[in-house]
């Protein structure tokens, strides 16, 4: 695993020259625009990149973007991996542990969601404050990479207290409203049910989803700071008359994405 992992970040490093990302970027389904607006940039497609999986879901472009975003330097994965795509969760994290190896510190983390907290509508983007992982398996599962972290890392602060506060601060200097809460995962690719969504609910979910906690695990282990948000797409199973729909998802991330670029923006620029 170790040396898969160096091979492709010699290849990035190779592609990129001098260039080391201060941020790494990982934009959920149909938020993919933030990599067009990097300046300077490069593209690398997944496919090239020794080691790397392919990205299968709607919306995401399978490609690596090197440039910069509001003066840093950004490595923005356009596209994620899902283990709903057949992958491991060592898998679905191995792009993400490239680029810590290639030196960057810090995780923007998106996804598009199912919103069931109370107050909850489509379009909201929520600051993810922490998480909720029921489904057995960790990317940390298995031998450890000592390169990057500890054996027993501890996930208490996974989302950088620091950073939520930015966030927050960023979003009302930018007059963009910001939910909080806690994001659940399900592996998919089914949606929930509704009991699935109810028991979520009691459990202290506002939103769901199918991504985000893996990399947020493994980034956490590695030492990076992290700060995420969630899309709100729809309301989750069970709470919308309509059935569920990858359509809708990409829809309302379109609709999004002049405040959810700003927000992501700013941020970026502030850190």
């Avoid at 939520?164 to 690719?189: C, D, H, S, V, W």
């Avoid at 990858?246 to 999004?256: D, F, H, N, R, Y």
Wanted: aromatic share 8%; glycine share 10%.
């Amino acid at each position: 695993m170790t040396s898969d992992l160096k091979q492709s970040a010699e290849y990035i490093k190779r592609q990129a020259k001098a260039f080391t990302p201060q941020a790494v970027l990982i934009l959920g389904s149909g938020l993919g625009f933030l990599a067009d607006e990097c300046k300077n940039s490069i593209s690398i497609p997944y496919g090239d990149i020794p080691g790397f999986p392919a990205s299968t879901a709607p919306g995401h472009a399978g490609k690596l973007v090197l440039g910069q975003l509001e003066g840093k330097n950004v490595a923005v994965m356009q596209g994620r991996f899902h283990y709903y795509e057949g992958y491991s969760l060592n898998t679905v994290v191995f792009g993400l542990r490239v680029l810590r190896m290639c030196g960057a510190e810090t995780l923007f983390v998106t996804n598009a969601s199912g919103g069931l907290g109370d107050g909850f509508k489509p379009g909201d983007i929520m600051l993810i404050e922490d998480h909720i992982k029921f489904f057995d398996e960790s990317p940390l599962r298995g031998e450890n990479i000592p390169e990057l972290g500890t054996r027993f890392p501890d996930m208490s602060y996974a989302y950088t207290p620091e950073l939520r506060e930015l966030a927050q601060e960023t979003a009302a200097k930018l007059n963009i409203p910001l939910q909080k809460g806690t994001y659940m995962f399900f592996p998919g690719p089914q949606y929930e049910t509704p009991a699935e969504i109810r028991a979520a609910k009691i459990l202290g979910a506002d939103a769901v989803g199918m991504s985000t906690v893996p990399e947020v695990i493994a980034a956490a282990h590695a030492g990076m700071q992290v700060l995420g948000f969630s899309l709100v797409c729809n309301m989750a199973a069970g709470m919308q008359k309509h059935p569920l729909s990858e359509q809708e998802v990409l829809e309302s991330a379109q609709a999004a994405r002049e405040p959810f670029s700003r927000l992501i923006r700013g941020c970026l620029g502030a850190i």
